[in-house]
């Protein structure tokens, strides 16, 4: 199995616009397109193959017939032939909605699913544009049910500055929004299990209010103040540097100045590469493939070396 490129999954929404047609290229129509969906199970939303002999092959197909070749014998003890994680580029050219998700435990209790961990790299920022990020200070139940009713929810967020290459891990429970002028990578659990707190009063395109989830959500906030969400990491060149590694996936950052040659023969995961910035060649023994930033490549986990052939790439990678 070579490496493998996907046809993009993009979702009008209510608060998208133009970014992922005018900075990555994305062949989108509407000018409210808030997500690419980059690689993806999830039921309805199956990745299909757009490159080489496999083209037009569902991802899910592709799990179901060679699961340990493209995924590691370690994911499938894991997960069986489900893709245990969710690839996506978001525009937001209004403010999301302020939302959580609930853990594993609540995700499969309520909904059969799983829970929502995520990370966030930000690509584009307009000026002054910002997240939200938690809370600003310790809340308790109470006080945050009344914030709810009385609508002055928006009081007791943490708000967040940000710009390229800023990144922000999202653990459940952690009550967030994506700002107004923000264009991000994501890269979650494969999990659409959303709780939408609180959604500015706005009207979709019938005029009507979106649905709230507010009962849902009292039991899987997490109350507490945290600074556990900026991720730090190195920007040497031409190394791996760590920058999420948590039970779900792993996620490394490189920026290429010159060819590197990466050695997986004893990873037993697939790997992803997400081009951020510039462009690169994947290569290995089975082919070759170029990305540009907005692409992204999934490596079977039976490949054992990995060339990137840049002078200026910058590349998420993803492993389990």
């Known amino acids: 199995m070579y490496p493998l490129k996907f046809k993009p999954i993009l979702k009008e929404r209510l608060w998208g616009g133009t970014k992922l047609k005018e900075v990555l290229g994305k062949p989108i129509e509407?000018?409210?397109?808030?997500?690419?969906?980059e690689l993806s199970t999830v039921k309805g939303d199956v990745s299909v193959i757009a490159n080489g002999e496999l083209q037009g092959t569902s991802l899910q197909e592709l799990i179901e017939t060679h699961a340990e070749a493209l995924l590691g014998k370690n994911v499938v003890d894991r997960f069986g032939t489900e893709f245990p994680i969710l690839i996506k580029?978001?525009?937001?050219?209004?403010?999301?909605?302020?939302?959580?998700?609930?853990?594993?435990?609540?995700?499969?209790?309520?909904?059969?699913?799983?829970?929502?961990?995520?990370?966030?790299?930000?690509?584009?920022?307009?000026?002054?544009?910002?997240?939200?990020?938690?809370?600003?200070?310790?809340?308790?139940?109470?006080e945050y049910a009344e914030s709810i009713e009385n609508d002055t929810?928006?009081?007791?967020?943490?708000?967040?500055?940000?710009?390229?290459?800023?990144?922000?891990?999202?653990?459940?429970?952690?009550?967030?929004?994506?700002?107004?002028?923000?264009?991000?990578?994501?890269?979650q659990q494969t999990s659409d299990v959303t709780y939408r707190v609180f959604d500015f009063n706005r009207k979709d395109k019938e005029g009507n209010l979106r649905e709230l989830h507010t009962e849902l959500a009292l039991d899987?906030?997490?109350?507490?103040?945290k600074d556990d969400f900026k991720v730090s990491y190195s920007k040497e060149l031409n190394k791996m540097q760590s920058m999420v590694d948590c039970p779900y996936f792993k996620t490394n950052f490189i920026e290429l100045s010159q060819d590197v040659v990466l050695n997986t023969k004893e990873r037993d995961s697939f790997t992803i590469f997400m081009c951020v910035g510039g462009k690169a060649v994947v290569k290995t023994?089975?082919?070759?493939?170029?990305?540009?930033?907005?692409?992204?490549?999934?490596?079977?986990?039976?490949?054992?070396?990995?060339?990137?052939?840049?002078s200026g790439a910058k590349l998420l990678e993803v492993t389990i």
Request: no cysteine.
């Open 220 to 225: 899987a906030v997490d109350y507490e103040k």
């Open 285 to 310: 023994a089975e082919g070759e493939v170029q990305i540009v930033k907005g692409e992204t490549v999934l490596l079977p986990a039976m490949t054992d070396k990995i060339e990137l052939l840049s």
């Open 30 to 37: 509407s000018d409210i397109t808030g997500e690419s969906w």
């Open 153 to 187: 929810l928006l009081d007791l967020l943490n708000y967040e500055q940000v710009k390229e290459g800023d990144t922000f891990f999202i653990n459940t429970g952690k009550i967030h929004a994506i700002g107004a002028g923000v264009m991000l990578a994501e890269i």
């Open 89 to 142: 580029f978001i525009d937001a050219k209004q403010d999301l909605s302020i939302q959580l998700h609930p853990n594993d435990e609540l995700a499969k209790k309520r909904h059969n699913s799983f829970g929502k961990t995520e990370m966030w790299y930000i690509m584009d920022a307009d000026p002054n544009a910002e997240l939200i990020v938690g809370f600003n200070r310790n809340v308790s139940k109470k």
